[in-house]
């Protein structure tokens, strides 16, 4: 009991020695004595090390020392065998514990315990009522573990400890979830149970689910202070009924015209319902006396089961409302001792009216009878005298409750939460409220209510932290009532509305059983009210979050209480904990139980105390003490520590200085009393508040006290090197700063904020202004609350710097600072507080005492406006404060220490940010006076709150150049923009857009300046060269600032001298033709938008991407809402100069989608337009060139509906020229077309080869002279008409040519493809733009070293731009690919080796991978051509021809490329000759084998070999298609030759195909063995040829599948040299038989094809040699097996 517990064993011994304190004497020294005469001089105990933490018992004391050991001294009545006694300055070492590291110890009255570091709980002393959590024992010698064990959780397991305390039955534990656990005897368990002593620890079930911060026991009675719960928790609806007994907790009774509610509900139980979100008092409002005007209510039930909300009745504004403060529970608080001797006469005279004690909970009808009679009685003299105090009817037993609440008085409402209040409820509630008060108002009650006026903290709504009221005495206290009594609202109504701001508020709707309703109240409920600030900030700064202690707190205590010492206002216990409510505004930090009375503590370094009074303990004398009531200490004294024991409590205080000082209040313990403890009269005394100890300073700095019995400890540091002064000074300046913060918050920004008048005199923008002031002003409150309790604990826990917190997180502080002068100042601009000064003076009153004292001035006579500014700027000196105390702690260390240098620098940070704030400051009243000085329509306009005056004009420093003599010109510099003002007009030019540079003055004599904005650019002539120095400086610097984010904290003059020409900025063009009222958001350089940007047209068009010299260049994003469809076209792609150019992709909004080529906004070049999707009404696909927006040149045209592609000419969107056209259902035509019509010379043939070769006039019509061949050869000729397929007019002569004739025959088949366009007329512009890419402006005329260039920064502009794109994210082997093309291989001019050509070949691999190459591109764009010609409808056999030629077309094409990019190369079939050196040739032939040729002296250059391996395999598939096409027929025949010969067994097809004897083979091997082959033997002989032949599928180029050939041959031949074991030479006559078998065997399904591929796309070099060779007999072997006949 009687002790706090302080945390964390501190690492001292690195701190002392950074910091210079060696002797372990200086830390942690430890005094002691009893009482507080002036002779009591402390004893020290002496120990080896620092004491960290003290505990009292009764006659017992507990330490803790660095280290973790635990020392005992006093009375040891459970120590069996050693000595019970040990004297205070002899303690003994606890033996049992060493081994552990204790963390924290406690002291009950006769038991202890002991924290330990892992969070283990020892306990040890008197054990009979189950203290100790020890089963079996009645004592425990010596330190024992308890096991403190969840045993909701299966196996149970282990809660860690962080805190214990011990009353003088029970023992409480704080777990590190902060949850309560119990165990010991008696109802302060606060357990459900009935059964005692609880062994084992068992959690306080009422605390779960609430964060539980500190527990304090009593001797029978426990506290705990716990944070509060956020507000959306504490939203939910309350019950109406009583959760443990069931009856209503609200209750009201209609009778005639009144309604009489009542909350008042005590449960047995104890037991809390309505314990959260209750309307709270602000901190430090002194509840004062409520007046008993109920008698419906309960008498002796205000227990405070629920503490009725408060909510004022909207409407009340009558006199005597006026005067009335809210107080709950009952409480009464006083201001001096004057007030209390009249309230605390006589227990008579503190019963207003009351029941008497019956046990009912509800007073008799006769009572309530006699009340309403009262209430309507016209003879008002005597209810005065019957109402009077002396002459009250009941007589409530003393220690019932005094003073009953009222919840009848005006405005005072009992609220649950209800969805919506009804007006009328609340007018009718007022209608009510107005009868009782004009009954009061008659009652002449004044003098007793200011009697009682709420005076702690002076004002209702002042802290509690001033106490003594205001300086000046009763006249002006009384002058301030007065001022406060006419027409003001009272301040608890700002209190309750504040709460309402916080979303708390809670509204018991009645039901409509009023009447009476008058209508002036009616008039007043529709008065419209102005919504308040919460000026508690709800959950504290986000940011800091754990970093620093709550301060929104409650006190919840249980327990005995027949003392008064649970304060809830009775003597009754409590089973179950209970909120104080009164405490819970208070910020309370620290909470401490004494044998009887109970202590909080709060931030503003208060002290609230109640219960047992019997010595003075409680400092006060005020009654009753069942309530919390401040201890009466002299202004300025701010407590920041306390202990409490048997009947005295010790606190620890600021005094003048910030060496702490000690005071005492309670039993009073004399030399000769210590004997006899039982001589109560002599040896004890009463203290009336408490009292200085006069040895305090000579203890150096304490940082701690306890108590307990009758003993007093206090620990104490010396101050050796300063460092422990320093702390704290710094501490202790910050609990200074707080209490001002608070008293300003609560005397002057409250009471304002409350004024009536504020929105009138403020108008709205300056109150929103305000109030954003307000919220600012409290969050820098609230920190600095937080900031000062942690410094507190800290002073307490741990001394050193690690645990500053302003060290690692400055920013917290620096940000609110700068955002609280950013407020101050933007009111200030706005003239908001000359504003405010006339309402103001109605409230302070002419003599503004308060608000000089506050604002700390001592001119006389100073403007009320002028004070409000000073008091509203004051925090910012405390920056100056922080620096000095920071630095002054640096001094404590080495220079070269990591602290010294942490410190160094946070002081820096907060000098420089009160440097920068002065600087604000001033800009701010500069340009108040600036806007004073001229008032005016334009200026009003230029008004904002965030603006500041830099510099302006008026004295005709600046002019415009060129302007008319009369015209006048005024220029205005603010923070933001800079102003150009004429007669009637101005112009605003945003400071990011601006750009200033001085005119050079060599020739002129003109200062000129010049200005460039995004639209205008214009001179500025200055008077002097100063002042164009002072200009061009100011301007670059305020330019500077709007650029890096209104300045921060850095200073303006270091900063360089002008702002970066390109810079980021949003901007709204207002004149510029293209982009009026659109706005740009991105780079600027020099007022044109340059770099990333955005615009947005107000018309919804959108452009995002680069830009130069203000116009769209390089690639952008376009977006373009349609006029007609809901939807949006879309480009993507590359600008030039504003304008489409480049490639791009443009969705329309009809769902087209064209891909390709732009110039000047238009299609131009190679692009593909797709129509509609496969399911809509007309899809189709044009691929091809486009010329200002028309398909004109080369295209492929697929309409898809009608199964047609066209391919050929076109010109303005029409077919024009030759071309060809091809149909799903076989049809083919070439010929001429017309304005998108066939019409001229043609061929068509249809899928059965019937031929027309004639006119056309129209699609598919006959029109003129042809030739109808038929399939059989039969012809007409002569004058068709007609559409074909549906009857054809001839007019002419038909031909039955002779079986015979077989020359008329062949000269009858027509040659197709004469009339198609030719191949190297096909798809120019694509060839064109890989040209101009190369920057060529036609084919093969360019420079090559430019080329070059020009593919490098093709390759790093792409790759950049892939980069910047993530969804267009490129493969690891992209990359690499990327990589390995930046080097030019065209590095040795000279003629090309065999090692040089590889390297190209190698180089043209892997540009023609990468679609960021130029001929990557170029290979793509050509592929993508190739497929959208041959696949689909184009998969027609008639077009074979032409896809070859078009491939041959595209080699020869390629090859002019890369001969451009490698002059050296030879031409089409040149020459490479071999290098003479053997091995070099070895390896070369190893190489072109690899290249899969067959090696030559010298290597021939071809087309094909270079290029074909790159382009066939993408090329493939569409082509072999065509082949297997056109092949059809023969390749039935051959395959069913080679299915039908497959059937018979290996020897009988050897023997059928003429193979001699001696090359059968005798055994072949079968998975690794040699089987003998049998006649049965099927697909066993040369089986390693058949699968070698089998990859010719598998192979793309031409010189590949000749390979395979060739690689056949080979494992034939050694299959049969094997055999055959001797040298051997085949000829053709045995070698064909031998192959034909191969072939049969390896089953190649389009063989046919195959073999046409080769034959069109081989290589002419290699027609003649080897290859050539095998490859005729592959042909050959062919046709033979067509031919085959079965015998």
Known sequence: MHQHCHGQISVMESQRKSSGEDSSGERGSLHTWKGYSCSVTPERVLLSRPVLQAALGTRHGVLLVEGGQVYSFGEFRWKQSQVSEVGPLKPVLESALSGQCVVAVAAGSFHSGAVTEDGGVHMWGENSFGQCGLSSLTVVPNPTPVAVLDPDTSPPHTIRVLELTCGEQHSLALSAQHEVWAWGSGCQLGLVTTIFPVWKPQKVEHLAGRHVLQVACGAFHSLALVRCLPPQEARRPLPDKCGQCNQLLYTMTDKEDHVIISDSHYCPLGVELLADGEARLEPGRSPPLRLQSSPSEPLSSHTSASAPGLHPSITDHTDYERRRTVAQNGEILTTRDSDMRDAAGTDSDRTVGGAGSQNSPYPDDQAVKEYLNKLSDTSLAEETAKM??????????????????????????????????????????????????????????????????????????????????????????????????????????????????????????????????????????????????????????????????????????????????????????RLQPLCIKCLSSKEVVLVAAGAHHSLALTAQSQVFSWGSNSSGQLGHMACPTTIPRLAKLSEGIRVWDVGAGAQHTLLLADGDCYQPILYYSGQQVREAAQDAPQDQTE??????????????????????????????????????????????????????????????????????????????????????????????????????????????????????????????????????????????????????????????????????????????????????????????????????????????????????????????????????????????????????????????????????????????????????????????????????????????????????TLWVEPIPEENTDLYGLKVISPEETFTLLACSSMEKAKWLRSINQAVDQAMSGAGQSGSGAGQRAEPPISRTASYTFYKDSRLKEATYEGRWLAGKPNGRGMVKWLDGRIYTGTFKNGLEDGFGDYVMPSKTLNLNDHYQGHWKEGKMHGIGTYKYATGELYEGSFQDNMRHGHGMLRSGTLNSSSPSVFIGQWVHDKKTGYGVFDDITRGEKYMGMWQDDQRQGTGVIVTQFGLYYEGAFNNNKMQGTGVLLSEDNTTYEGEFSEDWTLNGKGVLTMANGDYFEGTFTGEWGSGLKVSGSFFKPNLYDSDGDKGRAVKLGRLAVRPEEKWRAVFEECWMRLGCEAPGQGENQRAWENIAVALTTSSRQHRDCPEMNLSQSHNRTLESLEFNPQQHVGPVTMEKYDRIRHYLIKACDTPLHPLGRLMETLVAVYRMTYVGVGANRRLLLQAVNEIMSYLARIFQLVRFLFPDLPEEGGVIPEPSSDPQDKKDSNCADTQLESPK?????????????????????????????????????????????????????????GVQHKFWPVSVPVLGERTEVVSSTKDACFASATETLQQISTTFTPSDKLQVIQLTFEEITKEVVSSLEDSFLWSMDDLFPVFLYVVLRARIRNLGSEVSLIEDLMDPCVQHGEHGIMFTTLKACYYQIQHEKTT
């Not at 003073?403 to 609340?426: F, I």
């Not at 009023?514 to 529709?526: D, E, F, I």
């Open 683 to 992: 040896g004890y005394s009463y203290t009336q508040q408490p009292v200085l100890l006069p040895f305090c300073m000579n203890l150096g700095y304490v940082s701690g006290v306890f108590a307990g019995g009758q003993s007093c400890v206090a620990l104490a540091d010396r101050n050796v090197t300063g460092f422990i002064a320093s702390l704290h000074e710094l501490a202790a300046a910050e609990r200074k700063f707080y209490c001002k913060l608070s008293s300003v918050k609560n005397h002057i920004l409250r009471p304002l904020l409350d004024l009536e008048s504020l929105g009138t005199a403020l108008g709205p923008a300056s109150t929103v202004l305000l109030q954003s002031l307000a919220r600012c002003y409290s969050r820098l409150c609230h920190l600095t609350g937080q900031h000062s309790a942690l410094l507190t604990a800290n002073l307490r826990r741990r001394r050193e710097v690690k645990s500053l917190v302003m060290l690692e997180h400055a920013s917290i502080f620096l940000d609110t600072y700068n955002e609280y002068c950013c407020s101050v100042g933007n009111f200030l601009v706005m003239g908001g507080f000359q504003a405010l000064a006339k309402p103001s003076l109605d409230f302070f009153g002419k003599c503004p005492e308060l608000l000089q004292r506050l604002a700390e001035s001592s001119e006389e006579n100073i403007p009320l406006s002028d004070l409000l500014v000073a008091l509203f700027y004051l925090p910012m000196r405390h920056l100056h404060e922080y620096g000095r105390l920071l630095l002054k702690l640096g001094t404590c260390f080495e220079v070269s220490s990591v602290d010294y240098q942490k410190l160094q620098d946070c002081c820096s940070k907060f000098e420089a940010l009160a440097l920068h704030l002065k600087r604000r400051r001033k800009e701010a009243e500069y340009t108040y006076h600036f806007w004073k000085s001229f008032p005016g329509k334009m200026t009003d306009s230029l008004r904002k709150p965030p603006r500041r005056l830099i510099c302006e004009s008026s004295n005709k420093a600046l002019t415009l150049q060129n302007s008319g003599r009369f015209s006048v010109n005024w220029f205005i510099l603010f923070n933001d923009a800079l102003v150009h003002a004429q007669f009637s007009t101005h112009h605003v030019f945003p400071l990011a």
């Open 1497 to 1553: 002296p010298g290597r021939v250059v071809s087309s094909s070999s270079l290029l074909l391996p790159v382009l066939l395999p993408r090329l493939y598939p569409p082509l072999f298609t065509l082949y297997a096409l056109e092949k059809e027929r023969e390749d039935d025949v051959y395959w069913e030759c080679v299915l039908r010969l497959n059937k018979q067994p290996d020897m009988a097809l050897l023997a059928f195909l």
């Open 388 to 573: 009077t105090i002396a002459g009250a009817s009941f007589q409530p037993p003393a220690d019932s409750l005094d003073l009953l609440t009222s919840d009848l008085l005006p405005g005072v409402m009992p609220v649950t939460t209800s969805s919506a209040l009804n007006s009328l409820v609340s007018s009718c509630a007022s209608a009510v409220a107005e009868r009782v008060v004009s009954t009061c108002e008659a009652l002449s009650l004044k003098k007793r209510i200011n009697c009682h006026y709420p005076g702690v903290g002076g004002v209702a709504g002042a802290p509690g932290g001033v106490p003594g009221g205001f300086p000046g005495g009763p006249a002006e206290e009384r002058v301030r009532l007065e001022e406060s009594m006419q027409g003001k609202k009272s301040c608890s109504t700002g209190d309750i509305r504040e709460e309402e701001a916080e979303g708390l508020s809670r509204r018991l709707s009645l039901p409509g059983l009023l009447s009476q309703v008058s209508p002036r109240l009616l008039r007043r409920a529709s008065r419209p009210r102005v919504r308040v600030v919460p000026l508690t900030p709800v959950g504290g700064l986000p940011e800091a979050g754990e970093l620093l202690p709550s301060l929104q707190t409650e006190v919840w205590s249980w327990g005995r209480g027949e003392e008064g010492q649970l304060g809830h206002g009775d003597n009754l216990p």
